[in-house]
């Protein structure tokens, strides 16, 4: 099947590239704003797969600062978004270790016994130090509380009723398809192709043509079953990358484009939540915002966002180089939720659901190639997320809807999406832009909490 474009994953960015996007394309008049190449007279045909059953799959809870989604939206917070609440009371608590069961270095125990010890003066509560001071960037005053699965049904709903995106959930993509040139140039390259990379000449580099679909109606061990369906080609100019830290799609081109010099870096963070109804007796409010670390290990960070009619959103992130074979990151979850501080709202509250999300924590100095002949890659794999300031749902959204401008730009233009025009247009606004000035700042924030929580902490405060 032929498009004009078609799209990897339904996240954030993917989101705010459809959004962006969507909104251009035809005008108000009901005529194309641009033509399609593929279907002439109509609007460009645009399709997304989304591997997950459904566009809200998932269990997560976020706090955004919202820049970019207030561009796309200006009017959110009246948008009627379930679940979503304004930032209001917002703390960073040091969590100090009620049972003495963590790896705590010699000078962070001194530092909490002298807490303890002049905890009359702080503001101290429940084994819990309230930080008095916090780097700016810690704090999301002004943003809203999310819940991601609520807030994608939503972003998906105001998509698909402009008429001009179809989103296909259920539907994952197998791997990205290249030209019959990149195919002769790596079939004419003997050796391991993980040594020998495609030749980057402009005559002979790899364009991606489109995607194939993942074959349904297998059985367990991949072989054809009842209602077997062989996955469909997609052929189409541009190719949209935006399937999570660690997509299949994006690992593939990896392996086909490598990555650029001192960009190999990997850092990962298991994210482990929950989600639950707090007690009905709870103080806690809608838009309440809680950031800890310190417990159950110094390094793990969690939170806590309370979302409207007492339902909150908690979990840890665990960082990949814990490598213990009996502290699992359910097992931190379950420490973390039950110190004094956190387990006196949780208490005699109800579990709705749980789950987990890899997070890539490399930044910027895991970006991957941009751009290339005929493909772009926006959000988390395309390493948009801020680890400095715990945000990643906002950065995800500009990059698609800088994309989207980018492509729009072309498109009007009746420009071919090249590497050179895509660099251009896309990775010009990208680096001109907000998330490009915080990524850099952010760049090697993590490098000291492989150390200890000391010299990370410092690293964050220098940054």
Same mark, same amino acid.
């Given at each position: 099947?032929?498009?004009?474009?078609?799209? @990897?994953?339904?996240?954030?960015?993917?989101?705010?590239?459809?959004?962006?996007?969507?909104?251009?394309?035809?005008?108000? %008049?009901?005529?194309?704003? @641009?033509?399609?190449?593929?279907?002439?007279?109509?609007?460009?045909?645009?399709?997304?797969?989304?591997?997950?059953?459904?566009?809200?799959?998932?269990?997560?809870?976020?706090?955004? *600062?919202?820049?970019?989604?207030?561009?796309?939206?200006?009017?959110?917070?009246?948008?009627?978004?379930?679940?979503?609440?304004?930032?209001?009371? =917002?703390?960073?608590?040091?969590?100090?270790?009620?049972?003495?069961?963590?790896?705590?270095?010699?000078?962070?125990?001194?530092?909490?016994?002298?807490?303890?010890?002049?905890?009359?003066?702080?503001?101290?509560?429940?084994?819990?130090?309230?930080? #008095?001071?916090?780097?700016?960037f810690l704090h999301k005053h002004g943003g809203m509380v999310l819940s991601m699965g609520q807030f994608m049904q939503w972003v998906g709903a105001q998509v698909q009723s402009t008429g001009t995106v179809q989103i296909w959930p259920g539907t994952p993509v197998a791997e990205v398809l290249l030209d019959d040139v990149a195919a002769d140039?790596?079939?004419?390259? #003997?050796?391991?192709?993980?040594?020998?990379?495609?030749?980057?000449?402009?005559?002979?580099?790899?364009?991606?043509?489109?995607?194939?679909?993942?074959?349904?109606?297998?059985? !367990?061990?991949?072989?054809?079953?009842?209602?077997?369906?062989?996955?469909?080609?997609?052929?189409?100019?541009?190719?949209?990358?935006?399937?999570?830290?660690?997509? #299949?799609?994006?690992?593939?081109?990896?392996?086909?484009?490598?990555?650029?010099?001192?960009?190999?870096?990997?850092?990962?963070?298991?994210?482990?939540?929950?989600?639950? %109804?707090?007690?009905?007796?709870?103080?806690?409010?809608?838009?309440?915002?809680?950031?800890?670390?310190?417990?159950?290990?110094?390094?793990?960070?969690?939170?806590?966002?309370?979302?409207?009619?007492?339902?909150?959103?908690?979990?840890?992130?665990?960082?990949?180089?814990?490598?213990?074979?009996?502290?699992?990151?359910?097992?931190?979850?379950?420490?973390?939720?039950?110190?004094?501080?956190?387990?006196?709202?949780? *208490?005699?509250? *109800?579990?709705?659901?749980?789950?987990? *999300?890899?997070?890539?924590?490399?930044?910027?100095?895991?970006?991957?190639?941009? @751009?290339?002949?005929?493909?772009?890659?926006?959000? =988390?794999?395309?390493?948009?997320?801020?680890?400095?300031?715990?945000?990643?749902?906002? =950065?995800?959204?500009?990059?698609?809807?800088?994309?989207?401008?980018?492509?729009? =730009?072309?498109?009007?233009?009746?420009?071919?999406?090249?590497?050179?025009?895509?660099?251009?247009?896309?990775?010009?606004?990208?680096?001109?832009?907000?998330?490009?000035?915080?990524?850099?700042?952010?760049? !090697?924030?993590?490098?000291?909490?492989?150390?200890?929580?000391?010299?990370?902490?410092?690293?964050?405060?220098?940054?």
């Amino acid at each position: 099947m032929d498009a004009d474009i078609v799209c @990897v994953g339904f996240g954030p960015a993917t989101a705010g590239f459809l959004t962006t996007l969507s909104k251009q394309l035809v005008n108000a %008049d009901g005529t194309p704003a @641009v033509e399609s190449a593929v279907a002439p007279g109509l609007p460009p045909q645009v399709l997304c797969y989304e591997r997950a059953d459904d566009i809200g799959f998932g269990v997560s809870g976020v706090v955004t *600062k919202a820049r970019a989604l207030r561009a796309s939206f200006p009017d959110i917070e009246k948008a009627g978004i379930p679940m979503a609440a304004p930032v209001g009371e =917002e703390k960073v608590l040091y969590l100090l270790d009620p049972i003495g069961a963590s790896r705590r270095s010699p000078f962070l125990r001194l530092a909490d016994s002298f807490i303890r010890t002049t905890k009359w003066a702080l503001p101290f509560e429940h084994d819990a130090l309230n930080l #008095p001071w916090t780097p700016s960037f810690l704090h999301k005053h002004g943003g809203m509380v999310l819940s991601m699965g609520q807030f994608m049904q939503w972003v998906g709903a105001q998509v698909q009723s402009t008429g001009t995106v179809q989103i296909w959930p259920g539907t994952p993509v197998a791997e990205v398809l290249l030209d019959d040139v990149a195919a002769d140039v790596r079939r004419r390259i #003997p050796g391991d192709s993980s040594r020998n990379r495609l030749l980057t000449s402009a005559a002979t580099r790899p364009k991606v043509i489109g995607v194939r679909l993942l074959d349904q109606g297998v059985d !367990k061990f991949g072989a054809p079953g009842d209602g077997f369906t062989p996955g469909m080609d997609i052929h189409a100019a541009l190719t949209v990358v935006g399937d999570g830290p660690v997509g #299949p799609v994006g690992q593939q081109l990896d392996h086909l484009f490598g990555l650029p010099p001192d960009h190999h870096t990997r850092d990962w963070a298991v994210g482990m939540k929950f989600v639950v %109804d707090l007690p009905e007796d709870t103080p806690l409010k809608p838009g309440t915002v809680l950031h800890t670390f310190g417990y159950p290990e110094p390094e793990i960070f969690g939170f806590l966002y309370v979302h409207p009619d007492r339902v909150a959103s908690l979990g840890i992130f665990v960082p990949s180089w814990f490598d213990s074979p009996v502290r699992t990151t359910y097992r931190y979850l379950q420490h973390w939720m039950l110190h004094p501080y956190l387990w006196r709202y949780l *208490k005699g509250g *109800k579990l709705r659901s749980w789950g987990a *999300k890899t997070l890539g924590e490399s930044g910027r100095r895991g970006e991957p190639h941009l @751009v290339g002949d005929g493909y772009a890659r926006i959000g =988390e794999g395309s390493g948009s997320t801020n680890v400095l300031t715990g945000s990643g749902v906002d =950065e995800a959204w500009a990059t698609g809807a800088q994309l989207a401008e980018a492509v729009l =730009e072309l498109l009007k233009a009746k420009k071919p999406f090249t590497k050179e025009n895509l660099e251009a247009t896309y990775v010009q606004r990208r680096r001109a832009s907000w998330v490009e000035a915080e990524a850099r700042v952010a760049e !090697k924030s993590r490098d000291g909490f492989q150390r200890g929580v000391v010299t990370g902490m410092i690293g964050m405060a220098l940054a």
